[in-house]
């Protein structure tokens, strides 16, 4: 190998500690779970939070005269965000050994609500905080004059939340295009270790961020299609959501919460079947038990074919069992 081709500096070290990290995931609880050849270590819960109440959630006049991204929070949302670090320190602490690392969007009423969620925490178990942009807010436009917006939004409802992209600002669908390469980038720091500590540590993740911003990651995050996003309701302030790891590898929304809890957050019962699927899955039996949304996409199939037939019932069974 040319020395043009040889990795040097952080690249080394960073190559260095992938191979590391392969020899010893190989023992490691979680890496088992997720497939015996994986050196990933996956974080053991994936928690969103949505920011506390702020100043243009109690007046939309804020932002004609307030940049977007600083806008504070108020003396409620402060109580919120204080609230929200307790409940999420209930959470995680379950563990005997584990840490928590934050991303966070940069518009001040995230950095905030991170400030007091933060202050519930030991500072041994936090492993460190990021600022990611691309979790940031939609983008409505720069200054917003009140009733200008109350009818665009209404224009939004009538064209759909997705694709409806606000004058000088984004749609949904942009939204998801950061978010993705903001995955990308996670995906890419859980590979190297970035996020760990060692490895009878529980690692978890918290992302404070926005409404539609959360509600994008789970679209990206558990492969929804927009017609399921158009289902979704909005984070209340300071709401969270908790993503948490299965037996199998699978992150699923229902080891935490509750069926009721997804129905009101708006998921279909076809949304949740693919949940509790992924909850309790085993990996071994994953091409043939995979939740699908099979039933999205088509309408009929080929009744000539009896194998096919009979696969299509075996699918219908296995969704309503989830279902039960």
């Not at 108020?74 to 307790?86: E, F, H, I, M």
């Not at 926005?210 to 158009?230: A, N, P, Y």
Request: proline share 3%; net charge negative; with cysteine.
């Amino acid at each position: 190998m040319s020395s043009s081709s040889t990795p040097t500096g952080a690249a080394a070290d960073d190559l260095a500690a992938a191979n590391a990290n392969a020899k010893e995931c190989v023992f490691c609880e979680m890496t088992r779970q997720h497939h015996p050849q994986c050196a990933r270590r996956l974080p053991k819960r994936i928690i969103l939070v949505r920011h506390g109440e702020s100043q243009g959630n109690l007046d939309m006049s804020a932002y004609t005269t307030t940049p977007d991204y600083r806008i504070p929070l108020t003396p409620l949302g402060v109580d919120q965000a204080r609230a929200a670090g307790k409940g999420i320190l209930d959470v995680v602490s379950s563990a005997a050994n584990w840490k928590v690392y934050f991303y966070v969007s940069p518009y001040e009423r995230t950095r905030a609500t991170l400030r007091e969620i933060g202050a519930a925490f030991p500072r041994h178990r936090v492993i460190g905080a990021r600022e990611e942009c691309r979790v940031r807010e939609q983008d409505f436009g720069n200054f917003q004059v009140e009733e200008r917006m109350r009818a665009v939004k209404e224009t939004r409802d009538r064209f759909g939340r997705f694709f409806f992209r606000f004058p000088e600002g984004e749609s949904a669908a942009d939204v998801f295009d950061r978010v993705a390469s903001f995955l990308e980038s996670l995906w890419r720091d859980i590979d190297m270790g970035r996020l760990e500590q060692d490895a009878s540590c529980e690692t978890n993740l918290v992302i404070v961020s926005h409404g539609l911003t959360s509600r994008v990651f789970l679209m990206k995050w558990f492969k929804w299609t927009v017609d399921q996003f158009e289902r979704l309701n909005n984070f209340d302030n300071c709401e969270f959501r908790v993503m948490q790891l299965g037996p199998a590898g699978e992150y699923s929304l229902l080891i935490h919460h509750t069926k009721e809890e997804l129905q009101r957050w708006g998921l279909s019962p076809e949304m949740i079947a693919d949940q509790q699927w992924r909850a309790s899955a085993n990996r071994r039996s994953w091409a043939d038990e995979c939740s699908s949304f099979l039933a999205t996409f088509f309408d009929h199939w080929n009744e000539d074919d009896n194998d096919d037939d009979d696969d299509g019932k075996e699918e219908n069974g296995k969704t309503n069992k989830l279902l039960e």
